[in-house]
């Protein structure tokens, strides 16, 4: 059993249980943790001895924050490989997705993009009071991937859409409803605000990203008017995008179809200059102040999206 400093391997009493170990960086994840955790996988899949696998990142604050996306975002500026750590990534979700085994993920504290990729994708996802879901890509001019256009097109209501345009934070209540857990792990009911909005299913019914956010704006909730606000912010290609991802995935068959679209849009948009910016401004100078190259949704042609799809 390999372990390494980032990623820890452990097997007793019938369970094999990894814990993501990075925890100062929020346990995000490398290619080699990918790996690793890819090849343990595959060989407790075999192994009697092994019932079940259960994960959990290390620390208090976050059981995976996603992608180490710094690292990818230096890699692509200074012209070196970068496309393996994503397809290292993409084997290790569809793994997840048809682990033979009770895959058990204990999604405390943050757990965002590639996180969900390693967490939703399981049979068992428990959330707690502490948990703190988003898939935030349209955040720094990338698209939800790790397969999540699966489960969010598949989301009551056009939760998923909401949630993946927006990139939005959720809790535990709302987790459950979009079909991202399915236990709960505390006293009582755990509240979920979105799904009771239903300016989420009015405003988000359009394969239109223009339309969607009028619709918004236009909207009497001030909720619906903050997210409109909140669009207007996100990459206006990334949320064309997305919304075409996701109107596709409700028709796909499975995790792994999902992942190979998601495949094709990380060859155009992480090469892209609105990855760059968006890494800069969130994770890097941290000055929140992306410069788009788009000003506006209105200003993304439907030839522009359809081009990041190989269209």
């Known amino acids: 059993?390999?372990?390494?400093?980032?990623?820890?391997?452990?097997?007793?009493?019938?369970?094999?249980?990894?814990?993501?170990?990075?925890?100062r960086a929020l346990n995000a994840l490398t290619q080699g943790m990918c790996a690793d955790m890819t090849e343990q996988l595959n060989v407790w899949a075999s192994d009697d001895a092994v019932a079940s696998v259960e994960v959990r990142g290390a620390g208090e604050r976050a059981f995976c924050s996603g992608a180490d996306v710094r690292s990818i975002r230096t890699r692509v500026l200074a012209g070196e490989p970068w496309l393996s750590f994503f397809e290292v990534e993409y084997t290790l979700n569809s793994l997840v997705a048809r682990y033979p085994k009770p895959y058990v993920a204990?999604?405390?504290?943050?757990?965002?993009?590639?996180?969900?990729?390693?967490?939703?994708h399981g049979s068992r996802r428990v959330v707690d009071a502490t948990s703190r879901l988003a898939m935030p890509e349209t955040i720094i001019g990338f698209?939800?991937?790790v397969g999540m256009a699966w489960q969010?097109?598949?989301?009551?209501?056009?939760?998923?859409?909401?949630?993946?345009?927006?990139?939005?934070?959720?809790?535990a209540g709302d987790a459950l409803a979009l079909g991202l857990a399915d236990t709960y792990d505390g006293e009582g009911e755990p509240e979920a605000p979105l799904a009771g909005a239903s300016w989420i299913a009015e405003c988000y019914a359009s394969d239109d990203p223009v339309e969607i956010a009028?619709?918004?704006?236009?909207?009497?909730?001030?909720?619906?008017?903050?997210?409109?606000?909140?669009?207007?912010?996100?990459?206006?290609?990334?949320?064309?995008v997305?919304?075409?991802?996701?109107?596709?995935?409700?028709?796909?068959?499975?995790?792994?179809?999902?992942?190979?679209?998601?495949l094709v849009l990380v060859r155009h948009l992480v090469p892209g200059p609105d990855f760059?910016?968006?890494?800069?401004?969130?994770?890097?100078?941290?000055?929140?102040?992306?410069?788009?190259?788009?000003?506006s949704l209105a200003e993304v042609s439907r030839a522009e999206v359809l081009a990041c799809f190989g269209e």
Not at 152 to 171: R, Y
Not at 226 to 238: I, W, Y
Not at 285 to 292: E, G, L, N, S
């Open 214 to 240: 009028g619709r918004l704006a236009q909207h009497p909730h001030p909720d619906a008017r903050a997210a409109a606000e909140t669009l207007a912010q996100r990459c206006p290609l990334s949320v064309g």
């Open 152 to 171: 969010l097109s598949h989301a009551p209501g056009e939760l998923g859409t909401h949630v993946a345009l927006t990139g939005a934070t959720f809790g």
């Open 1 to 23: 059993m390999r372990d390494s400093d980032e990623i820890l391997f452990e097997m007793a009493d019938g369970v094999g249980r990894i814990t993501l170990n990075r925890p």
């Open 242 to 262: 997305t919304l075409e991802a996701l109107r596709r995935g409700a028709s796909m068959t499975g995790v792994d179809d999902v992942l190979a679209q998601d």
């Open 106 to 120: 204990f999604m405390s504290g943050i757990d965002m993009g590639g996180g969900l990729g390693l967490s939703a």
């Open 143 to 145: 698209t939800p991937d």
């Open 276 to 295: 760059a910016e968006g890494v800069r401004a969130q994770l890097v100078d941290k000055d929140f102040a992306p410069r788009w190259q788009h000003a």
